[in-house]
């Protein structure tokens, strides 16, 4: 198994290409069982959950051509691929497939829609929480779905096709949203979604949608209104930048100084991360080419936050965050509402000389003047890069063990770190 190294202390200067967001390619890629037709999807990243998506949406009859490998070479490595979902083979998404990742469990909207059924693996829980599917299964119910669970999965029929509803979350999920938006767009008539999740990737969805013909307006709000229509086309679309990929290298720079420019990355993405992170003493600005991150001297303020939905702190920026206020000057309190367990990363970055103590879904940072590097474990993809973000600023050396997790969701990360003066490599086996 891989591993990670990092000897601490070095600050970060130069620029870091963004790569396209994985949680922006998956849900587009599932938008290509909607049509027979080629769907193009530009400025798909290079990461281990791509390639997993890509082996199930196989399974199901979806073709796949890879162009373009080096065509964004400065602009993050990813890849131009073209899905043709020309005949669908299988409408079963099996246990061994789904269990490794949840995001294909959302194949279930798409081949509902489309085949008028749909068998597929309930996940199961993950290290972060339980994660149910409730929701995602009640909206597909809402649009006149029969579901029932039978063996471990989820057996979906809609045969005489979905047909169009109001429909109020009564909690906003992202991947509930997607499916939604899946399923209504080739559902009988119109489709109104209330509390819908309005993160960037699910625009990213919409927009997809749209340019294969379908009819969505208000993606980014919380009501999203769709107009069914019965058969999509091919499209050719662009995956949006990382936001949280952004966010990820922000914070390293705010927490070793530099200047290093997000080339690639666009603010509105991530408001309220980077808000926190000029709280913080980064200087923070917008350029044409991305965005430019610098912290110069001063040292870290401590900064409270609480996750919330979009355009709240986000989720998948919490661990990394509590990597940064490990080294700030004073105390800061951080509230985790979306997953009930993403405080795993806690014990690893103690192990590095963090002061943290947890009470109920609150961590306490008291920051530290100095880490020190140490053997750790990487226990799920953000708590991963909370480690090297810790890691790039503790004394000596830092090992951090399981970076299959890293490899889920961030591309070529030592890469882009050690061209900006990181020491950090990969130990391979
Ligand atoms: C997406 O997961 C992301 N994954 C997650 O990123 C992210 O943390 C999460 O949204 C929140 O922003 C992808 O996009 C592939 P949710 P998703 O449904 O859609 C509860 C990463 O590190 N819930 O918005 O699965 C759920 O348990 C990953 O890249 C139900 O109760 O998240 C959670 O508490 C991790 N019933 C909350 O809603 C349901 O049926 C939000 O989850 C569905 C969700």
Known sequence: MDRIKIIGGNQLNGVIPISGAKNAALPLMIASLMTDDTLTLENVPHLADVEQLIRILGNHGVDYSVNGRREHQDNGYSRTIHFTARNIVDTTAPYELVSKMRASFWVIGPLLARMGEANVSLPGGCAIGTRPVDLLLECLIALGAEIDIDNGYAKARAPNGLIGAEYTFPKVSVGATHVMLMAAALAKGETIIHNAAREPEVVNLADCLNAMGAKISGAGNSTITIQGVTNLTGARVRVIPDRIETGTYAMAVAMTGGDVLLKGAQEELLSSALDTLRQTGAEIT????????????????????????????PTDLQAQFMGLMTKAQGTSKITETIFENRFMHVQELARLGAKISLSGQTATVEGVERLKGAPVMATDLRASASLVIAGLAAEGETIINRVYHLDRGFEHLEEKLSRCGAQIERISG
């Open 286 to 313: 917008s350029t044409p080419e991305g965005i430019r991150v610098v912290r110069n001297g001063n040292g870290i303020k401590p900064v409270d936050i609480t996750t919330e939905p979009f355009p709240g702190f």
